[in-house]
């Protein structure tokens, strides 16, 4: 599924879609045909200008690559996203399904009629039609499997063996295997006479009688090779493969490391299977950053932009409870002290910002450790260099920083102890927000657990309460 | 430069550092040879044990693809990175440049002889040279050009031209074109003649007289068309290309859409001038998405995790100071009320709940929107509703959790008006965060800033002061 467009793709795209946008609302044509569905009133529905208008759309948007077109139904609200769907040609819809988000898919596969979507994905290769399954119903997926014959049956339910985040689930299973005994010349002639080459295709993979991965046969040997020469006097032996169930992330390092197209993927017993190639690894790396920075601020991987306003509320639920659950402790922390505070007022100004300067450092180490650990750099022998040196940098940073806040302190209330008692907070609350800071993904990944997830979280809660409890309790044991 | 190696390429590659490390760990090697440099104790550093360890590290960094070996030197502290690298072989030094991160890298070429440096950069490409430019002193810079021969030291500083961040910069000079009016049995031929294909090549180019672009020859066809064909009947005519000065997120965003593996660069005469691959585009996209993750919380690109503590502290002030500032603000905003939480001591464990709930909520509107403006999925047309949109979660949002909140202060106050005034000092502040939460990075977009930047610290500003204000104003006004 190549495409090929004119000039520039990403100012053609955004035309499109404000075109499309400009066509759906000139006459509010799409409250016209959703009312239809009320009250069907023919004389207008049947106006020459409604009808116009849709063709006009309809024309745009069939020129579109399936990924534009996902692009442009995702931009749209839902009553207008619907009405561009049903313009889209049936043999096109099952491109356009799987190049939707998670969540935008879902919502119009939920609207489709069972004969629609197993129109829309007929035309699919077996990888692509196992990555719908998940988001159609048990009766829609029973319907589908009757339609397949034996062959695309089995391939289907191969795929679907694969959990999410495997090798297995990003593969292609179409692979061009060559025998490492023909001459080059013989696999020319293979080539010709298969019908269609895959698309990105930049090795080919020789094999031995059983299957068995023995190395590649780069494109560019084939070019420039005679055709005498035998496959085994060119291929490059220990290629680098993937096994179906190594972690995709693996492959995404391996991929930008080593700059590969396409490798081969076996099974355990070494038997040739599929191949990976580099724009299922773009894409799964790019949903993953996507999913990450959601991740972060607790959210859950994809949320449609156009999701009613009660399903989007309940969605960020989660985070504002733990968040909360955290603001009480924090809150509890300083019901303790409120006789310290009653007794001078000026504490309750103060102590935010000893929190806050706390929480800010920490999240700094906290993005430091996630990278080291996302990039593999962080193991047992510099671990101690580490700690090492963000407990150096938090006293120096506390030591400074301490100072200015304690001026500041100085400034507002005009008092020595007062400030002396800021400046010592904010340098101990540093200190334990590095720790934190490097103890709390460490942990996180010791646990199993995802430390983009809950890190920051944790972080927060700790230095919110740690820099009340400090600040409180030295006023409370040394000034009042 | 393509790479093979056998198995599991992660496994092998930290089983590689482990050893690397052990063997340096080993009777305090590092130490020995760095205490060399101050007093020259040669009968232990001659001694038997030392130069073998240092052969078997030698040998085992030896077998390193050049980014092997450049993650292996990040993951080691100061001394030991030096010891490594001296035993780099000098040949190799280039490549391992251009792989290391800027701070490295930047540190590395401190360290090393101007001949040292001449020597590593010779054997690379022009494109790889002007990459190592910006790390190198004027005065090597100009020795370094005196070394290359008159058409090298064009092409460098062609490629210097290219701003960061623009297609021009990401692009190889290597591009095999042919003509379209030649056979394709003629393109195999200058194929098999001409010395070396590009590594990365799924395209020959199809250029006029003039150097024009005309279309793509892709070597698929040329493998299974007849020899006797003529390139015009088999090209691809209006291919993607990108103009040198195309932004590189275009780029990235095209080739992850379309799948692209290269595509053809013009100049503003639409003369074929270089290609750009997906391999410089995914480290592209690496790179850009690490730098994002440092950016929010203020840290600069990338922080060598080696720096010394000096450096790193700094690297921290610039957050710190801005987000002191918004402390300080955020504290006056409680000074002003001082006369009220003294008559109320309660307000001060309180007050720190209703800014934190607003925090957490405006920053996941801000996560949400910086996805959204990085999909350009946001426009005028859809913008209206999103508004719409997050003011209704946050009212629905904050009815529910300002009454989860009250019921807090309830229990631990029983007071009905403290409850009832914490209920709605959360909502109204949970509509002004998810105010802010879309415009602030709609507004920094607009200003031409990188939202990512500065969303979240100016969000946690104002939904903090306003949070202070809007709890401590509503006590003072109606409950004191």
């Known amino acids: 599924m190549t495409f090929e467009t004119g000039v520039k793709p990403g100012e053609k795209l955004k035309a499109t879609l404000d075109q499309v946008v400009e066509l759906l609302n000139k006459q509010d044509l799409v409250s016209e045909i959703t009312s239809r569905q009320a009250t069907p009133r023919h004389e207008l529905l049947q106006s020459l200008l409604v009808k116009q208008q849709l063709a006009e759309v ?100 191969t795929m679907l063996e694969f959990p999410p985040g495997t090798v297995g689930s990003l593969m292609v299973l179409d692979v061009v295997t060559v025998r ?72 995404v390092q391996a991929f930008e490391r080593y700059d590969i197209i396409t490798a081969p993927v076996v099974n355990l017993h070494d038997r040739v299977v599929g191949m990976i190639t580099v724009d299922a690894v773009m894409d799964y790396r790019r949903e993953t950053t996507e999913r990450d920075r959601l991740k972060q601020v607790g959210l859950h991987q994809d949320e449609d932009l156009f999701a009613p306003i009660w399903k989007s509320a309940r969605n960020r639920w989660a985070w504002l409870a733990i968040n909360l659950v955290t603001a009480f402790i924090a809150s509890r922390v300083i019901g303790v002290f409120e006789g310290t505070i009653d007794k001078l007022v000026a504490l309750a100004a103060l102590m935010p910002i000893v929190a806050s300067i706390g929480g800010n450092t920490g999240n700094q180490t906290v993005a430091l450790l996630i990278r080291g650990l996302a990039l593999d750099q962080i193991h047992r022998g510099n671990l101690g260099y580490l700690v090492y040196k963000e407990i150096g940098i938090s006293i120096t940073n506390g030591i400074i920083w301490g100072a200015v806040v304690g001026a500041f302190a100085l400034v507002f209330y005009a008092s020595v102890s007062l400030a002396v008692l800021m400046a010592v907070a904010v340098l101990l609350n540093l200190v334990i927000a590095s720790l934190a800071g490097v103890f709390i993904p460490l942990g996180l990944r010791w646990l199993g657990r995802d430390p983009v997830f809950g890190s920051s979280v944790m972080l927060t809660a700790i230095t919110d309460a740690m820099g009340f409890f400090i600040f409180l309790g030295l006023a409370a044991a040394f000034l009042i």
Not at 64 to 73: E, I, Q
Not at 221 to 241: C, S
């Open 58 to 157: 309809q024309r745009r948007i069939a020129q579109l690559h399936p990924a534009d077109l996902a692009f442009v139904l995702e931009g749209l609200p839902l009553g207008r996203r619907h009405v561009v769907w049903d313009l889209v040609r049936p043999e096109a819809r099952g491109a356009v399904l799987l190049e939707l988000s998670d969540a935008v898919r879902t919502r119009l596969i939920a609207d489709m009629q069972e004969n629609e979507i197993l129109g829309a994905v007929e035309h699919l290769e077996s990888e692509d039609i196992a990555d719908l399954v998940p988001s159609l119903s048990k009766h829609t997926v029973s319907a589908l499997f009757d339609t397949l014959d034996r062959e695309d049956r089995s391939e289907v339910q």
């Open 180 to 251: 490492e005994d023909v001459n080059l010349d013989v696999v020319l002639r293979y080539l010709r006479r298969r019908s269609g080459l895959p698309a990105r295709i930049d090795h080919i993979v020789v094999v031995d009688r059983g299957g068995i991965l023995q190395g590649l046969l780069p494109i560019r040997k084939l070019l420039v090779h005679d055709p005498d020469v035998k496959v085994q006097e060119v291929l490059v032996p220990d290629p680098i493969f993937f096994y179906t169930e190594d972690a995709a992330t693996d492959a």
